[in-house]
């Protein structure tokens, strides 16, 4: 095999690679190899009519992502990030019964949009707080070793104190959490998203927080990104916001390092590449 001409891509979530971009890089083009388990920066398509292996770095994150989905929960039931600026402020006078009061997590109804890896590992520390857990996943069967039922989607919505978002990105997924899906959610409820930002939709969101009408969401990931500081979402004491870091940890950004340069030296040696999503390309 001729490797004179070979060509590999370590790309980031933030890389949009399309055919377009496949064909700038040539012919020898081996692999594409994503540093990040979700891979809709990629036109995986184009690269499959390509013969184009592309992987990515499934299990690397999955701990991080679930400690991170925990405690955007936290902050925004007890009001954390609120409470931070609150003193900051000076505006802490005295203690006061009804102080910044937030959501109870102990015993209440955990809801997850997708359980794979990740909702899965949700599921299991939200055992720890005694809390019901309910999700809904048209592709995963329920797993005996997780004490969860699923649900249909409306009855998700209908039924959680804290709806957690643990989907990929697809033409299926994007904008899942619409005006009417929010419209459905108690007014007490939260939202998490640590999965990708057009899963929701920003603007039925702002509107749902701003009247209200849901009790707070935590999100780590925006659309766009970086979220602009002038976004109305912004000027919202009920929102917990931070900038798509539900995986970097030093563990789990080592990890997704070996996976993705193991992906690519495979590919380059064209072989098979140990985390591939689009196993088709080898026929
Ligand atoms: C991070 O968002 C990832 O998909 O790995
Ligand atoms: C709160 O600080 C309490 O002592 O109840």
Do not use: H, R
């Given at each position: 095999e001729d490797r004179t001409n070979a060509s590999v891509m370590e790309t980031l979530l933030t890389d949009k690679i399309d055919g377009e971009v496949m064909d700038a890089a040539g012919a020898g083009l081996k692999v594409i190899s994503n540093y990040a388990v979700?891979?809709?920066n990629i036109d995986v398509d184009a690269a499959t009519a390509r013969g184009i292996p592309?992987?990515?770095?499934p299990g690397a994150l999955t701990?991080?992502?679930?400690?991170?989905?925990?405690?955007?929960?936290?902050?925004a039931a007890r009001r954390i990030p609120e409470s931070n600026r609150f003193v900051r402020d000076g505006r802490w006078k005295t203690w006061g019964p009804m102080l910044l009061l937030g959501t109870d997590i102990q015993g209440a109804t955990l809801g997850l949009v997708g359980f794979g890896r990740i909702g899965k590992a949700v599921a299991r520390r939200a055992t720890g707080f005694d809390m019901r857990v309910i999700y809904y996943d048209p592709n995963e069967k329920?797993?005996?070793?997780?004490?969860?039922t699923p649900v249909d989607f409306e009855t998700l919505l209908e039924e959680s104190d804290f709806v957690s978002l643990h989907t990929p990105l697809t033409p299926d997924t994007r904008h899942l959490i619409d005006a009417e899906a929010l419209s459905r959610m108690k007014r007490t409820a939260v939202l998490i998203n640590t999965s990708r930002g057009p899963v929701v939709d920003m603007d039925a969101l702002y509107e749902a927080l701003r009247d209200e009408r849901i009790f707070a969401?935590?999100?780590?990931?925006t659309d766009p990104e970086p979220l602009p500081t002038d976004h109305p979402l912004l000027t919202l004491d009920n929102l917990v916001i931070a900038p798509h870091i539900a995986s970097a940890s030093h563990t789990a950004r080592g990890n997704m390092a070996w996976?993705?340069?193991?992906?690519?030296?495979?590919?380059?040696?064209?072989?098979r590449l140990p985390h591939c999503v689009n196993p088709?390309?080898?026929?």
């Open positions: 979700g891979f809709d592309v992987g990515n770095t701990d991080a992502t679930a400690d991170f989905a925990f405690a955007l929960l936290m902050s329920p797993d005996p070793a997780i004490k969860a969401a935590a999100l780590d990931v996976m993705a340069a193991n992906n690519l030296i495979a590919g380059l040696k064209g072989e088709q390309v080898y026929g």
